[in-house]
């Protein structure tokens, strides 16, 4: 019972990573949007296939210790802002104002809410009646769900009271209402409106397939829960899981794997690209530490939850490239799995770097996915004439290589800002190592690692989690009364939850931290607690916020420490025909898993690792560690 199973679902492919013990087992599958379950079933059964020599699915299933879950679900819906409205209901009209604080949350609060917001006054002789209009309104106007925002939990407690009353459950239908102060204790009411507002957006998204999977592993009587992986590193059951917290989850997953090598090469600063069917997401290790935000941001907005500093961008390797007048735009749209790239003979009608990438050589059809999915250059050649050849009047080469060009921009736009003199770049997901050269080179970055199991590495990364809880709530009052309270109602509460993930109190880790904050919710400083100690002094006057941090560890694989090796010449094992702004040349072609540690080669060059394609750009250099990780180094910058 050692095997830990991994997976990150994506928008087009889904992950699989299976660790024995001993070593990792790894495997790739096409996401089934129709059902998001069937995917997860699909990698379990190709990865048993290569661990016992056929497929044997129950077996697995019932080998394994534990079974964790990611998915880009979340990001991808917001990205593409497929979620049902929202309407909102305030009693401080000032809140709307305060929401739409810059473009990207002007444009949200738009995409997501509207005109959908109705204000209501505490106090008034027709509250009863008032209430009942303007939720009826709020519906009636198209808000699938409804987020009620009161200025302080006891005011808002008045106005859950009569929607109770007035709305019984029978009579509620299909519109679920969130209240701010039940989803979250933030003082600061527009970072916890943006909290509930976006998990009321994700959570169907979420909740249909996770219960959809849980249900599926019951009939397989496995006894072990599915854990869902969250965007602060830590698991948890499918129902104890938080809409929100999924989100970015497997660019967090990353981070973690990213961790992992920038401690095995003793690298100070390694900048995260992981590429996407759909997004591009870019963070930071920094002195072997994830840059993470105590309060972080959701597609641009505040929100009340810890989050690792991950930007996501609408760039991926199924993202569209369209015109914009003369202009070649790439993304935020995706062809998504179905219909996919053009290429895949799925349906699908509009260009992709994939369709790029398999016209300029760098893909061989006949190898995708090594070897389990078979490409079709001719629709490719038939979507990139018709939407970008042909209405910009040149042809295809030309067509193809301002494609790849503006592809790489797009991609070298996702790094600046984030990137330093001594930074690395850690490229991973299906369609990092194709344009890690490229971008790279564009944002002045002059190092690309690209690990073995690029190809799965969120799922990977996932493999360090433990399952956590965390807690943070407002102290009525800074006293050390008053903040014993308070822990003692928290820890009540923790002991509960861990208990319906199975484990007590006893067995976990708890860390506890006492924050000074402003009247806003704003922190000033923070210190560690210890249960009954004094905190007027460390208050001074200033509100207090508890927090605590629960996890039960679980096993972890182990990585081996980065070894020197010697300088030796790789081995090509083909040609191929690549095309580049210099016309068509034959370029040597390197199989990962058969150069021995140490090789060296020069670009260009393309390296065939498992499940994914690497392209070495003219005056870059690879070298091949002693775990066959790449490092590509661009000898001109």
Not at 3 to 10: A, K, P, Q
Not at 477 to 490: F, K, L, N, Q, Y
């Given at each position: 019972?050692?095997?830990?199973?991994?997976?990150?679902?994506?928008?087009?492919?889904?992950?699989?990573?299976?660790?024995?013990?001993?070593?990792?087992?790894?495997?790739?599958?096409?996401?089934?949007?129709?059902?998001?379950?069937?995917?997860?079933?699909?990698?379990?059964?190709?990865?048993?296939?290569?661990?016992?020599?056929?497929?044997?699915?129950?077996?697995?299933?019932?080998?394994?210790?534990?079974?964790?879950?990611?998915?880009?679900?979340?990001?991808?819906?917001?990205?593409?802002?497929?979620?049902?409205?929202?309407?909102?209901?305030?009693?401080?009209?000032?809140?709307?104002?305060?929401?739409?604080?810059?473009?990207?949350?002007?444009?949200?609060?738009?995409?997501?809410?509207?005109?959908?917001?109705?204000?209501?006054?505490?106090?008034?002789?027709?509250?009863?009646?008032?209430?009942?209009?303007?939720?009826?309104?709020?519906?009636?106007?198209?808000?699938?769900?409804?987020?009620?925002?009161?200025?302080?939990?006891?005011?808002?407690?008045?106005?859950?009271?009569?929607?109770?009353?007035?709305?019984?459950?029978?009579?509620?239908?299909?519109?679920?209402?969130?209240?701010?102060?039940?989803?979250?204790?933030?003082?600061?009411?527009?970072?916890?409106?943006?909290?509930?507002?976006?998990?009321?957006?994700?959570?169907?998204?979420?909740?249909?397939?996770?219960?959809?999977?849980?249900?599926?592993?019951?009939?397989?009587?496995?006894?072990?829960?599915?854990?869902?992986?969250?965007?602060?590193?830590?698991?948890?059951?499918?129902?104890?899981?938080?809409?929100?917290?999924?989100?970015?989850?497997?660019?967090?997953?990353?981070?973690e794997g990213t961790l992992a090598l920038a401690r095995s090469y003793d690298l100070p600063h390694v900048l995260m690209m992981d590429v996407g069917g759909t997004t591009t997401d870019v963070g930071v290790i920094d002195e072997e530490r994830i840059d993470t935000?105590?309060?972080?941001?959701?597609?641009?907005?505040?929100?009340?939850?810890?989050?690792?500093?991950?930007?996501?961008?609408?760039?991926?390797?199924?993202?569209?490239?369209?015109?914009?007048?003369?202009?070649?735009?790439?993304?935020?749209?995706?062809?998504?799995?179905?219909?996919?790239?053009?290429?895949?003979?799925?349906?699908?009608?509009?260009?992709?770097?994939?369709?790029?990438?398999?016209?300029?050589?760098?893909?061989?059809?006949?190898?995708?996915?090594?070897?389990?999915?078979?490409?079709?250059?001719?629709?490719?050649?038939?979507?990139?004439?018709?939407?970008?050849?042909?209405?910009?009047?040149?042809?295809?080469?030309?067509?193809?290589?301002?494609?790849?060009?503006?592809?790489?921009?797009?991609?070298?736009?996702?790094?600046?800002?984030?990137?330093?003199?001594?930074?690395?770049?850690?490229?991973f997901g299906g369609a990092g190592p194709m344009s890690a050269c490229g971008a790279a080179r564009l944002a002045g970055i002059s190092r690309v690692l690209i690990p073995r199991m690029a190809a799965v590495f969120s799922a990977f990364g996932i493999s360090f989690s433990d399952i956590g809880k965390t807690y943070e709530v407002g102290v009525p009052?800074?006293?050390?009364?008053?903040?014993?309270?308070?822990?003692?109602?928290?820890?009540?509460?923790?002991?509960?939850?861990?208990?319906?993930?199975?484990?007590?109190?006893?067995?976990?880790?708890?860390?506890?931290?006492?924050?000074?904050?402003?009247?806003?919710?704003?922190?000033?400083?923070?210190?560690?607690?210890?249960?009954?100690?004094?905190?007027?002094?460390?208050?001074?006057?200033?509100?207090?916020?508890?927090?605590?941090?629960?996890?039960?560890?679980?096993?972890?694989?182990?990585?081996?420490?980065?070894?020197?090796?010697?300088?030796?010449?790789?081995?090509?094992?083909?040609?191929?025909?690549?095309?580049?702004?210099?016309?068509?040349?034959?370029?040597?072609?390197?199989?990962?898993?058969?150069?021995?540690?140490?090789?060296?080669?020069?670009?260009?060059?393309?390296?065939?690792?498992?499940?994914?394609?690497?392209?070495?750009?003219?005056?870059?250099?690879?070298?091949?560690?002693?775990?066959?990780?790449?490092?590509?180094?661009?000898?001109?910058?």
């Amino acid at each position: 019972m050692d095997t830990l199973i991994n997976i990150d679902n994506g928008g087009t492919l889904t992950d699989i990573c299976v660790w024995d013990g001993d070593e990792f087992t790894f495997t790739k599958t096409l996401t089934t949007p129709f059902d998001l379950s069937q995917c997860l079933f699909d990698g379990i059964e190709k990865a048993s296939a290569t661990m016992y020599g056929q497929a044997d699915l129950e077996r697995l299933l019932h080998e394994a210790a534990h079974i964790r879950y990611s998915t880009t679900q979340g990001t991808n819906a917001l990205v593409e802002r497929k979620g049902p409205p929202i309407g909102l209901l305030i009693e401080d009209e000032a809140l709307v104002e305060q929401m739409r604080q810059g473009d990207r949350s002007t444009q949200l609060f738009d995409d997501l809410i509207g005109n959908k917001v109705a204000h209501i006054e505490l106090g008034t002789e027709n509250l009863e009646f008032d209430l009942v209009q303007k939720l009826n309104k709020l519906t009636t106007d198209g808000a699938a769900r409804v987020v009620i925002v009161g200025k302080s939990r006891e005011s808002e407690k008045s106005i859950k009271h009569i929607v109770l009353r007035k709305f019984p459950r029978h009579l509620l239908g299909s519109v679920p209402v969130l209240y701010s102060w039940d989803f979250i204790g933030d003082r600061t009411a527009h970072r916890r409106a943006w909290s509930c507002v976006v998990n009321s957006f994700l959570h169907p998204t979420m909740e249909g397939f996770l219960y959809g999977a849980q249900h599926r592993l019951n009939t397989f009587k496995v006894s072990n829960p599915l854990l869902v992986y969250r965007n602060d590193g830590q698991s948890s059951r499918v129902a104890k899981a938080v809409a929100l917290k999924t989100y970015s989850s497997g660019p967090r997953g990353g981070l973690e794997g990213t961790l992992a090598l920038a401690r095995s090469y003793d690298l100070p600063h390694v900048l995260m690209m992981d590429v996407g069917g759909t997004t591009t997401d870019v963070g930071v290790i920094d002195e072997e530490r994830i840059d993470t935000d105590r309060r972080g941001t959701v597609g641009g907005v505040p929100i009340s939850f810890p989050m690792s500093n991950v930007h996501s961008f609408g760039v991926g390797g199924s993202s569209i490239i369209a015109l914009d007048g003369d202009q070649i735009t790439v993304g935020p749209r995706s062809v998504g799995a179905a219909p996919g790239p053009a290429c895949f003979g799925l349906g699908g009608t509009d260009p992709t770097i994939t369709d790029v990438n398999v016209l300029l050589g760098v893909l061989d059809p006949d190898t995708y996915l090594d070897g389990t999915f078979q490409l079709d250059p001719a629709r490719s050649q038939a979507v990139i004439t018709e939407k970008i050849a042909d209405p910009l009047g040149i042809d295809l080469p030309t067509a193809l290589t301002r494609m790849e060009q503006a592809y790489f921009e797009a991609m070298a736009q996702c790094l600046r800002g984030a990137s330093r003199a001594d930074s690395v770049l850690a490229a991973f997901g299906g369609a990092g190592p194709m344009s890690a050269c490229g971008a790279a080179r564009l944002a002045g970055i002059s190092r690309v690692l690209i690990p073995r199991m690029a190809a799965v590495f969120s799922a990977f990364g996932i493999s360090f989690s433990d399952i956590g809880k965390t807690y943070e709530v407002g102290v009525p009052e800074p006293t050390s009364v008053a903040t014993e309270a308070t822990h003692d109602d928290i820890y009540v509460r923790a002991e509960r939850d861990m208990f319906q993930e199975g484990y007590s109190l006893e067995e976990c880790e708890l860390h506890w931290y006492l924050s000074a904050e402003t009247e806003d919710g704003e922190l000033l400083s923070f210190c560690e607690y210890i249960p009954g100690a004094e905190v007027e002094t460390f208050a001074q006057g200033n509100r207090l916020a508890l927090r605590l941090v629960v996890s039960k560890a679980l096993p972890h694989p182990s990585l081996d420490a980065h070894q020197q090796v010697p300088a030796v010449e790789a081995v090509s094992c083909a040609q191929r025909s690549l095309r580049d702004s210099d016309g068509v040349k034959q370029v040597p072609v390197y199989l990962l898993d058969e150069q021995p540690p140490g090789a060296q080669a020069e670009g260009p060059a393309i390296v065939e690792g498992p499940f994914f394609t690497a392209r070495l750009l003219p005056g870059w250099r690879m070298q091949v560690t002693a775990t066959r990780d790449l490092i590509f180094t661009d000898t001109q910058g």
